[in-house]
């Protein structure tokens, strides 16, 4: 039992910059305490004491903010980071090494008894907000996006975000030069756990992107098109076409242009 608790306050330190200390992870860490009622309580849940095993995890609950029904079965290394708001249900199983943040909810979508909640597998990390619902399987280093919604299997080594969560494509399998073109977009995004990594833009940024790509292939084949023509005599396209940027495409403008289309003078922008 001792050992497992160190082990479990050593995964910790790779996983938190700011762990500085055994004591310190002991003492203000309301998701590490949460996962020690839990072991207690989950023992207790198999020897059929299910009143006293459903009180522990009451007052774990109103202790760390963090609630965990004693029939969830959880791994070695398992880590809910600032843990307020975490729910996991009663057939609820985790793997080893998963990581969970604040609010993610491990949820049920039925009320008929069985198994209802999902099954985490080993390494796997869902990010703050994220609902995982129904019986379904995140396979081995499975990732979630913050406040994405997943209601289907999730392969391994796979990124979902988005509601309902979407798998994205990652960098290595696009080509070098979309990755390269990517990769200033996808600079503007943090910590997976809050956002997305590089390596996992949003879904509709990604399709923004793609469009954008599919414009500028247009534009060169339209200009191609045009000076074959003038070679050949004709006068046409003699102004270059401009180029997009898409920070030009702001909400307030596109308001504003549309207003101008149907000729309004005046238009105040609500910012």
């Not at 913050?146 to 994205?168: E, Y």
């Not at 956002?195 to 949003?202: E, K, Q, T």
Request: hydrophobic share 40%.
């Amino acid at each position: 039992m001792f050992a497992r608790l160190k082990d479990d306050i050593a995964s910790i330190y790779p996983r938190d910059p700011a762990a500085k200390g055994t004591l310190e992870i002991m003492l203000n860490y309301p998701g590490m305490q949460a996962i020690w009622i839990h072991r207690i309580s989950h023992k207790l849940w198999l020897k059929k004491w299910r009143l006293l095993s459903r009180s522990l995890s009451t007052f774990a609950r109103w202790l760390t903010g963090v609630e965990i029904h004693p029939g969830a079965t959880i791994g070695h290394r398992f880590f809910i980071d600032h843990g307020m708001g975490v729910v996991i249900g009663e057939t609820a199983e985790i793997g080893d090494d998963c990581t969970l943040y604040h609010g993610v909810t491990l949820g049920g979508t039925t009320w008929k008894a069985g198994k209802r909640h999902p099954t985490l597998g080993n390494n796997v990390v869902v990010g703050a907000g994220a609902q995982i619902l129904g019986p379904i399987t995140m396979n081995d280093g499975a990732r979630v996006g913050s406040n994405s919604v997943v209601v289907k299997d999730v392969p391994s080594d796979t990124t979902v975000v988005g509601i309902p969560g979407r798998v994205v494509t990652t960098a290595s399998d696009q080509s070098k030069e979309t990755s390269d073109r990517r990769n200033e977009m996808a600079k503007k995004y943090g910590f997976d756990a809050y956002a997305v990594a590089p390596d996992n833009p949003d879904p509709v940024a990604n399709a923004i992107g793609q469009m954008l790509d599919h414009m500028h292939l247009m534009d060169t084949k339209v200009q191609d098109l045009c000076q074959a023509v003038q070679t050949m005599g004709g006068s046409v396209c003699t102004d270059k076409l401009p180029d997009l940027d898409v920070d030009e495409f702001s909400d307030v403008e596109l308001a504003a242009a549309q207003k101008r289309k149907q000729g309004l003078d005046e238009f105040d922008p609500i910012i």
